[in-house]
């Protein structure tokens, strides 16, 4: 647990087992007040301060709005903890059915503190507990005779595996409850796309769709496609499916329960996206009429609940079989780990990726024929899912904004064609 006071750079750490016998100890003696004191280290800048020991006072007087404590009978123990390269650092009380702020009386306990005792900037903790418990807790730091309000830190790792927990746990339920294969394909899709839908930034939109591009050609059925929010003029939607052009994608996913037998079936369903033809024209951007940007790569990969292999070596050796347009960028297997794929790509010596779009179509192509695995990195499984959306972000990052598509080309197919200049 972390406490910041931004105001003058300074930290609190504490265990969460002290934490709990401060708890325990507060909620104990309810509805009397309850304290002690507290016992720690500093780092060497002296910003932080880390909290390791709770030291329980021989003689207290306790009552429902009283707490004094005498540091008698306490000599050896703090001889102790000084060979332990421990010190006195603050103290803490509870409030009893009231709230964590301060009283002057805490105020005038925390000044009589500083001058018994040599301490720069002495902690006070002050719990508020009820009748069902620990209710609030705040850190106070004693400088200059004010009190400052420490703010709590969000503990990373924690949010990333409670999120983690909850993914992992909801594609379970779907698994084990859900019997038929089809309705349960479908829900863990739906898992992954409101997942997707929840984090990305909105310049992104994420369905389980079919990509066309301009001459009529589509891809098989993609579970997730990610693709331009902004740019995308238009969403073909018939008998039940959802077509998006080609050059608005980003990325596209296949979803199923095991990865065992299924990352061949996601790399061709990837390479028939990326086969498709993208067009390219200038745009304006920020006022400023831009040349024609060349095609960008499109993110492939899958996304799994469980892994049926007794290895992730398998996993690895199936993604380094991959060639071309069926090589996959990364992936998730939520109870195994997340994986991405470095890749050394030899750009062609005598294609210019912005000459034109043919160009840039062979340029592209090479891009991916060239493909060789330097590396195949996996994550803990612990926390599978976060780094694989940090990942994609990443990649998404890298590829920036998708090319302007060529509206033209696709009225060919109605023999028509509009301006595109105002």
Request: hydrophobic share 35%; charged share 25%.
């Amino acid at each position: 647990m972390r406490y910041y006071l931004p105001s003058d750079d300074l930290y609190i750490e504490i265990k969460a087992s002290v934490f709990n016998q401060i708890k325990l100890q507060a909620e104990g003696e309810y509805p009397n007040e309850n304290g002690g004191m507290l016992a720690g280290r500093y780092s060497a800048d002296r910003h932080t301060v880390y909290i390791e020991k709770v030291v329980v006072p021989v003689e207290k007087l306790t009552g429902r709005t009283t707490f004094m404590r005498n540091t008698n009978g306490l000599e050896k123990i703090w001889k102790q903890l000084a060979k332990e390269g421990l010190r006195y650092v603050g103290e803490w009380h509870s409030h009893p059915n009231g709230s964590t702020q301060y009283s002057g009386t805490d105020l005038s306990a925390m000044i009589d503190i500083e001058k018994e005792i040599a301490i720069e900037n002495p902690i006070l903790l002050i719990a508020g507990v009820r009748n069902c418990g620990l209710s609030a807790h705040t850190f106070y730091c004693y400088k200059d005779n004010k009190l400052f309000e420490y703010k709590k830190m969000i503990d990373l790792k924690e949010l990333f595996n409670g999120l983690q927990k909850q993914m992992l746990a909801s594609l379970n339920v779907d698994r084990e409850y859900i019997g038929h294969p089809g309705s349960k394909g479908d829900a863990t899709e739906q898992r992954w796309i409101d997942f997707l839908r929840t984090y990305l930034p909105d310049r992104y939109k994420v369905d389980k769709a079919i990509v066309i591009d301009s001459t009529g050609n589509v891809s098989e059925q993609m579970d997730i496609v990610i693709y331009d929010a902004i740019y995308t003029p238009f969403i073909f939607k018939q008998d039940g499916f959802m077509y998006i052009p080609a050059e608005s994608v980003y990325a596209v996913f296949e979803v199923k329960q095991d990865v065992k037998g299924n990352i061949d079936y996601a790399a061709k369903k990837v390479e028939s996206v990326r086969r498709l033809k993208r067009t390219s024209i200038e745009m304006v951007a920020s006022g400023r009429r831009t040349p024609a940007r060349p095609l960008t790569k499109i993110i492939g990969g899958f996304l799994t609940t469980t892994s049926s292999y007794s290895s992730i070596k398998t996993v690895q050796n199936q993604l380094e079989k991959l060639k071309g347009y069926q090589t996959l960028d990364l992936g998730c297997i939520c109870d195994t780990g997340s994986f991405y794929v470095d890749y050394k790509e030899t750009p062609p010596a005598n294609i210019e990726p912005t000459k034109d779009i043919e160009e840039n179509r062979k340029y592209i192509e090479h891009v991916y024929e060239s493909r060789e695995v330097n590396k195949i990195k996996f994550s803990d499984k612990d926390v599978s899912l976060f780094t694989f959306f940090l990942q994609l972000v990443s990649y998404l990052k890298s590829i920036g904004t998708v090319a302007a598509i060529d509206i033209n080309a696709y009225l060919k197919a109605i023999n028509e064609k509009i301006d595109e200049d105002i």
